[in-house]
């Protein structure tokens, strides 16, 4: 079963940066490297927002409006890992970040989540 657990959230002061890390495991049949990544991120009483994404190779990434200029997405497929480096972070920046893996191969998809990590941004 594949698992995505993110790690490096926590309190920072506005201006401030973070790392966000999501490790993936339990690849059996496809590798990482065959899975499209995203970012998520969901705060109270608000719908989830998709962050970032990268391809599998890495050759494309998009970004939030909200977020451009101020995040970067990257992959390391050797480590089964992304990251997402957040910099100039803003109190509206705080939610639980989700890490996302996607694979579509004609009409069936893959799809997972992981359980979040909390991003607040406070002074």
């Known amino acids: 079963q594949v698992q995505l657990v993110e790690s490096g959230g926590g309190l920072v002061q506005p201006g401030g940066s973070l790392r966000l890390t999501c490790a993936a495991s339990g690849f059996t049949f496809v590798g990482f490297g065959s899975y499209a990544m995203s970012w998520y991120r969901q705060a109270p009483g608000k719908e989830r927002e998709l962050v970032a994404g990268?391809?599998?190779?890495?050759?494309?990434?998009n970004y939030a409006d909200s977020v451009k200029g101020r995040f970067t997405i990257s992959r390391d497929n050797a480590k089964n890992t992304v990251y997402l480096q957040m910099n100039n972070l803003k109190p509206e920046d705080s939610a639980v970040y989700y890490c996302n893996a996607i694979r579509i191969v004609g009409g069936t998809k893959w799809d997972y989540w992981g359980q979040g990590t909390q991003v607040t941004v406070s002074s």
């Open positions: 990268i391809s599998s190779i890495g050759t494309w990434t």
